[in-house]
Nanobody, 123 residues
Framework: QLQLVESGGGLVQPGGSLRLSCAAAGSTLDYYAIGWFRQAPGKEREGLSCIKSGHGDTYYTNSARGRFTISRDIAKNTVYLQMNNLRPEDTAVYYC????????????????WGQGTQVTVSL
């Protein structure tokens, strides 16, 4: 089965940037749609962005649009989430998952998750 491993999180100051990675193993990423989500303590898991298989169409939620960018590198079997102008409210555990992408996507559409990577935005 496909395994997903997130990395790239850490501590960053407000206004800073991070690039998260979602590395896949066990199959080619070209066959899968990938979504990025986050979950802060006491809050529901929130969708951010997703990328389709095939042509790689992308979608963003209001929380991510304008500041975050999803991309993929098929040769490296990795999907990225570039996050710019980070704010304290972006602090959360960030997850990638398969296998869905549409203009409407929720956590219930996904059945395979990575373990998450912590992002903390603070002075």
């Amino acid at each position: 089965q496909l395994q997903l491993v997130e990395s790239g999180g850490g501590l960053v100051q407000p206004g800073g940037s991070l690039r998260l990675s979602c590395a896949a193993a066990g199959s080619t990423l070209d066959y899968y749609a990938i979504g990025w989500f986050r979950q802060a303590p006491g809050k529901e898991r929130e969708g951010l962005s997703c990328i389709k298989s095939g042509h790689g169409d992308t979608y963003y939620t209001n929380s991510a649009r304008g500041r975050f960018t999803i991309s993929r590198d098929i040769a490296k079997n990795t999907v990225y989430l570039q996050m710019n102008n980070l704010r304290p409210e972006d602090t959360a555990v960030y997850y990638c998952a398969t296998d869905w992408c549409s203009s409407w996507f929720t956590p219930n559409d996904y059945d395979n998750w990575g373990q998450g990577t912590q992002v903390t935005v603070s002075l």
